[in-house]
Structures are given as structure tokens and as C-alpha cells.
């Protein structure tokens, strides 16, 4: 375990959202949302005024952020940035893509069920399991 984590283990860890408007009402309704003292939340409501350059901007932040532990992302969102969401490798924070009311999940276009699916066949070919 040459390659340590640190997760943050204050009660400080926070979840980042990257949604439509309905899906981050209902995470923020859960006590997921946070407001920090320099007024940064760790949401960004998309909507169709919302440009990819802010989408990739905020994607950037709640990755660079040491207090998010997961980002969770509508998959129709990170399919805009999915250049940015695939070439993400780092562990924390955990990159979670979700669904919306009007766009429903595709496990194609998932950059972590196609990168377990990777090292599961790759791993059962080296150990001669097929």
C-alpha cells in the first residue's frame, strides 16, 4: 500500500453535486448541501443557461477541493465534460455518475463500470480464468 489516501476523517467530508435542478433539490432536501465561510457551495445546479466552460469549471474546483470525498454527476452532465471525467485517476474524490429524471443512466457511457469492466477482464485473462 505504497500509495496512501488520505480521506478526510474530520466530520468534514462532503459530498459535491453536478445536476439539473430536481436532482440537486432532492440531495440538498437530504443535508447533502454545504455553504462554506467564503460562501462556496459544493453544488452547481445545471440548467439551460448553464455553459460547459462552468461545468468544467466547477468539475475542476470539487476535484481540487481536500473536504469532497465524492462528486456525484448527472451522466447527461458528464457527458458534456467527458473528457475531463475520463481522465480523472485519482481516488478521492470518488467521481460518481448518475441519473436524472430525464435522462436515464446508460452503463456505456459510464467511465467507472467501463474502468472495473477493464480490470476485471484484464485480470481474469492474466490469471487464465475466462
Known amino acids: 500500500m505504497a500509495n496512501k489516501v488520505n480521506i478526510p476523517s474530520k466530520n468534514s467530508a462532503l459530498i459535491a453535486m453536478i445536476a439539473d435542478e430536481d436532482t440537486v433539490t ?4 437530504a443535508g447533502v448541501g454545504n455553504v462554506d465561510l467564503r460562501r462556496k457551495t459544493n453544488y452547481l445546479i445545471v440548467d439551460s443557461k448553464t455553459t460547459i ?3 468544467e469549471e466547477a468539475f475542476k474546483e470539487f476535484t481540487a477541493r481536500e473536504d469532497i470525498a465524492i462528486v456525484l454527476i448527472s451522466q447527461y452532465i ?4 467527458r473528457f475531463l471525467v475520463d481522465s480523472y485517476n ?5 467521481i460518481l455518475e448518475i441519473p436524472s429524471k430525464d ?4 452503463p456505456a457511457h459510464d467511465s467507472v463500470l467501463s ?3 477493464y480490470l476485471f477482464s484484464a485480470e481474469s485473462v492474466a490469471s487464465g480464468r475466462r
Open 115 to 117: 474502468r472495473v469492466k
Open 103 to 106: 435522462h436515464p443512466y446508460d
Open 90 to 94: 485519482k481516488p478521492v474524490p470518488a
Open 26 to 29: 432532492g440531495l440538498l432536501m
Open 53 to 55: 466552460k462552468q461545468v
Open 78 to 81: 458528464a457527458n458534456m465534460i
